[in-house]
């Protein structure tokens, strides 16, 4: 899901993780386009944010072509844009920034606890199949391991019931993945989409299987505050923060076993049904 191929200078081909999907999972595309624009940086700046617009869904059966432009090498920070294609088509762009280390100041406003991922089971058993009859799709064409503290607020709403915009889980890529900071960084990129604009329909008691219901994500940020294994549990917490003109927002916070804050995301998505 994160390799890719060097076809050129500056251009980088890469494939889908599940070609049977009806589109890229957009996690993908953000994991992707940042390891084609970190493959042109020097090796020891680290990624610090990305920000990315999707702009047409993409055909999981063709392969997509990153073309990354150097837009800055200064002295601390590298900007790098990359944008991805599929027949000529722009699907998706990216902007994406790394820093030479540097010491600072330090401090987190934020805090939180949660059961440890060992103590929690699987999600498959900790539901009634027939509550999530998603699931089979999502594992087949996502490939996170996750478990929730709570229960997911997708099922409640299955239910119609309503429930509070927040959501958490702990969450960590399905494969091992290489030592290489930048490949850890794509791996929580990777992750960092899912679920994450759902966390804006809870209070409104429906889910995405809604008939009519279209969601999908118009752009994605993430800041990486140190690194960390993205291959290895991490709880990330999101919240809907706002919903309107057919459109919502939300955000979330990833934090390592002992509570340190390590990412932040943003992302505002298409939240449009159509009765």
């Known amino acids: ?19 049977a999907a009806l589109r890229i999972y ?13 493959r042109t940086v020097q090796a020891q700046r680290r990624t610090h944010s990305l920000h990315g617009h999707f702009i047409h869904p ?24 990359v944008r991805a294609t599929q ?38 058993d900790s539901i009634d199949p027939a509550e999530a009859t998603w699931l089979p799709q999502l594992r087949a064409n996502v490939a996170v391991d996750f478990r929730f503290p709570e229960e997911y607020p997708r099922i409640a709403n299955a239910r119609g019931e309503s429930r509070p915009p927040r959501q958490r889980a702990w969450v960590r890529t399905g494969a091992r993945l290489a030592d290489d900071p930048l490949i850890q960084a794509a791996g929580f990129a990777y992750t960092s989409d899912l679920f994450l604009l759902s ?25 990486f505050h140190q690194d960390f294994r993205a291959d290895e ?24 076993r002992d509570g340190v804050l390590v990412a932040s995301t943003m992302q505002e998505g298409l939240l449009r049904l159509r009765k």
């Open 87 to 124: 027949g000529g088509t722009t699907i998706f762009v990216l902007t994406a920034s790394f820093q030479r280390p540097e010491q600072g100041f330090s401090h987190q406003a934020l805090e939180t606890t949660a059961p440890a991922p060992e103590k929690l089971p699987a999600f498959e």
């Open 58 to 81: 993409g055909n999981p059966q063709a392969p997509v072509l990153y073309h990354v432009e150097r837009v800055r090498d200064g002295g601390s920070f590298t900007t790098r844009s």
């Open 26 to 38: 957009g996690g993908q595309a953000v994991a992707q386009a940042l390891i084609a624009a970190g």
């Open 233 to 256: 549990w991490h709880l990330y917490e999101q919240e809907g923060i706002w919903t309107g003109g057919a459109r919502g927002l939300a955000r979330g916070h990833l934090y390592d």
């Open 199 to 223: 966390s804006a329909l809870p209070p409104h008691a429906v889910t995405i299987d809604e008939p009519g219901m279209q969601l999908a994500s118009l752009d994605h940020s993430v800041w």
């Open 1 to 19: 899901m994160l390799e890719l191929e060097e076809v050129d200078t500056d251009l980088y081909l890469g494939r889908s993780y599940n070609d």
